[in-house]
């Protein structure tokens, strides 16, 4: 029954390592997004995506590529892993663009060694 | 940019205790979200305000959208433990945008 579903939910990898992480949604939804939140829990947009279509992409390294296979799910594989990039990342959608109320996954914490 | 300011950034209350959690915007607010968050979990949304002067609410959770749309706050009337968590507060940065920014958060902790 979970509506937006990530995993894995745990991620421990080495510096320099290419991962993936993949989000589904059971909702219906058109739109889906990507967020960072980092040690500070400050949470920020990277990506979305509405019916496979890229419609935000923030400032954020080349490393990071979403995609889109069909509009239940948005995966974001990351390459060449840096420190830097250890945060907890969530997926949520929404019923479609605008103003609307999005749903959060429970987010998969990434951790650098 | 919008910036969404929350207050106080914590904050601990005995049980049944009232309390309330502002968010403050730079900008007007053209979507008002109000978010919880347990550790290790992801984002329940709440509520969603739109319209000036706008006010919901849920069991003993209420939010409000001020008349100018730029400052929005969320009581807790005789609060729980499991009340207990982040509240977090987002908003769109422009009209009709799917686009949201978020505070910082506010850490909730409840008392038995």
């Known amino acids: 029954d979970t509506a937006v579903s990530q995993t894995p939910k745990y991620l421990v990898t080495q510096m320099g390592n290419d991962k993936s992480i993949k989000c589904e949604q059971n909702l219906g939804h058109d739109t889906m997004y990507w967020y960072k939140q980092d040690s500070k829990k400050f949470l920020k947009i990277m990506f979305s995506y509405n019916n496979k279509e890229l419609i935000i992409n923030e400032t954020v390294p080349n490393r990071f590529s979403p995609k889109s296979p069909d509009k239940a799910h948005l995966n974001l594989h990351i390459n060449s892993l840096e420190l830097g990039d250890s945060a907890v990342y969530f997926c949520?959608?929404?019923?479609?663009?605008?103003?609307?109320?999005?749903?959060f996954g429970d987010g998969t914490r990434l951790s650098i060694l | 940019s919008q910036e969404l300011e929350q207050s106080p950034q914590s904050l601990i209350v005995q049980e049944g205790k009232n309390l309330t959690i502002n968010c403050t915007s730079s900008k007007t607010l053209y979507g008002l979200y109000w978010y919880k968050q347990k550790y290790g979990e992801g984002l329940i949304f709440l509520m969603m305000?739109?319209?000036?002067?706008e006010e919901k609410s849920h069991e003993k959770i209420t939010a409000k959208l001020d008349e100018k749309k730029q400052q929005s706050s969320l009581h807790i009337t005789a609060s729980q433990p499991s009340h207990a968590g982040i509240y977090l507060c987002g908003a769109s940065t422009q009209g009709g945008s799917e686009k949201l920014v978020f505070g910082k958060g506010t850490k909730l902790t409840v008392n038995p």
């Open positions: 949520a959608s929404s019923r479609n663009r605008g103003n609307q109320p999005q749903h």
């Open positions: 305000l739109q319209k000036g002067g």
